[in-house]
């Protein structure tokens, strides 16, 4: 039996959460996977109305869980550094959760804004530093609202950081086509970006195997439009891998669809699992949100407690469903369907 901690957060987060909790238990129940939710009121109405987006002791009330389902985290009314460093970084950062695995694939029945390519013709794995780099939250502000004012904001990066990054996405690449690509900005970043350079090829040295591209950041987004075919596993930075990741979600047809997981690489903290979409306040409260992103999120959680059947099944039914020329699907994918539509219907193909 597993104890999952949902916290749907802010905006289209509770719509596709709600639809789909249901759905994980009733999958995983058919495959003799129990689960057991516990929902968490925490996010940016907690911080309007409390002053915080979760409880001072919010850490030590998740630590037993096996898993964490997230939602989405950001409110209009709300600064974003305030809504990310009030919830999610300090999940992230007091687990440890120090890999932020993100795939990026093209389904079949997905148009990409990218001419020529199929269902299947794109599908890479990117692995970002989730826990410090550019996010590490070490700066500050003197002489305020002066003409010397000055901002500092540095990044961040350990050995110990690096390389728990670094090994799961050397054996993710090991066990894929042996190919992966490291984005740095090391001409610029003379210091950060060449002790990751310095790192990539100490590890790399392990891995006889994989055959490292090492790419600028900019290169690198540029030929995720030219070729996002020629990529496998991408290793970046907490910053990089956020941008790029955005950018795969693009072309493979939409954020909705997009899954990622912020994964404890010890065991030792419960990690979490979270669409990459965000709370989009735009269509919040209309029930048109994707919640294929969360579904597949889920079958990456499913995978990382090791039940493979349901992580399969969970993503094996995306596949079909999405597939199905017939089949409803949201607005952002070309359709015309609302949330829970898509959700009943996946639950028909699975359940």
């Not at 915080?52 to 898993?67: H, R, S, V, Y």
């Not at 990310?84 to 687990?95: E, N």
């Not at 010397?148 to 799961?168: D, H, I, M, Y």
């Not at 990539?200 to 490292?212: K, N, Q, R, T």
Request: negative net charge; glycine residues 10%.
């Amino acid at each position: 039996m597993y104890d999952v901690a949902v916290i749907p957060g802010d905006g289209i987060g509770n719509e596709v959460v709600e639809a789909v909790e249901p759905l994980l238990i009733d999958v995983a129940d058919g495959h003799g996977v129990n689960v057991e939710t516990t929902w968490f009121d925490w996010g940016s109405q907690r911080y309007l109305d409390e002053g915080a987006l979760m409880p001072d002791d919010g850490l030590d009330q998740l630590e037993d869980f096996d898993a964490i389902l997230l939602g989405a985290v950001g409110h209009p009314d709300v600064p974003d550094h305030v809504t990310l460093r009030g919830l999610r970084l300090p999940i992230t950062k007091g687990f440890n959760q120090h890999v932020c695995k993100r795939p990026a694939y093209l389904f079949e029945g997905v148009q990409s804004p990218l001419r020529g390519y199929e269902g299947g013709d794109i599908d890479f794995v990117v692995y970002r530093q989730n826990t410090e780099g550019e996010y590490a939250d070490v700066g500050g502000r003197e002489h305020r609202g002066f003409d010397n004012e000055v901002a500092v904001q540095a990044s961040v990066f350990t050995r110990e950081g690096t390389e728990k990054l670094l090994r799961p996405a050397f054996e993710a690449a090991s066990e894929r086509s042996g190919h992966l690509t490291n984005v740095t900005k090391s001409n610029a970043q003379a210091h950060s970006m060449v002790f990751w350079d310095d790192m990539v090829e100490e590890v790399s040295e392990d891995y006889p195997d994989v055959e490292v591209e090492r790419l600028l950041v900019d290169a690198a987004s540029m030929d995720m439009v030219r070729r996002p075919d020629e990529y496998d596993v991408i290793v970046a930075s907490n910053l990089f891998g956020d941008i790029l990741t955005d950018i795969g979600g693009g072309i493979m047809g939409s954020l909705g669809l997009a899954p990622s997981t912020n994964i404890n690489p010890d065991g030792t903290y419960p990690s979490m699992f979270e669409p990459v979409h965000g709370s989009a306040f735009d269509i919040m409260g209309e029930g048109v949100a994707n919640p294929l992103g969360t579904v597949l999120s889920a079958s990456l959680m499913f995978e990382h407690l090791e039940e493979a059947a349901v992580a399969e099944a969970l993503w094996a039914g995306v596949a079909d469903q999405l597939a199905d020329a017939d089949a409803p699907r949201t607005a952002d994918i070309g359709g015309s369907a609302r949330t829970v539509a898509v959700t009943d219907d996946l639950r028909d193909r699975l359940v």
